[in-house]
């Protein structure tokens, strides 16, 4: 099981980004990504989540409006879209599996890739 991130980097606040999650591996049809971030001297927290059998999202309220979550089945890649980027934004951004959305912001995930670095800032 593999869960890579790519996309990050250095973007300019008003920007856009479009961070990737290339999943491989897994063995049971249905599961879900979910993409969290955590920003330097803050806990963790979560963003999105979306299934991979019919594209169900799910943010957290305070990411709704310039987060996209989106999937690619044929390409097994989860994406992150993020608008309108600002220098709080500044995170590693982490993709990760479990079977289901329920409670993805609180509950452990079973999978997790090692990180992309966005950093945001003129």
């Known amino acids: 099981v593999q869960l890579v991130e790519s996309g990050g980097g250095l973007a300019q606040p008003g920007g856009s980004l479009r961070l990737s999650c290339a999943v491989s591996g897994f063995t049971v049809d249905d599961y879900v990504i979910a993409w969290f971030r955590q920003a330097p001297g803050k806990e963790r927290e979560a963003v999105a989540c979306i299934r991979n059998d019919d594209g169900t999202r799910d943010y957290i309220d305070s990411f709704k409006g310039r987060f996209t979550i989106t999937i690619d089945n044929a390409k097994n890649t989860v994406y992150l879209h993020i608008n309108s980027l600002k220098p709080e934004d500044t995170a590693v951004y982490y993709c990760?599996?479990?079977?289901?959305?329920?409670?993805?912001?609180?509950?452990?995930?079973?999978?997790w890739g090692k990180g992309t670095l966005v950093t945001v800032s003129s």
């Open positions: 990760a599996q479990r079977r289901t959305c329920f409670g993805f912001d609180v509950l452990p995930m079973h999978y």
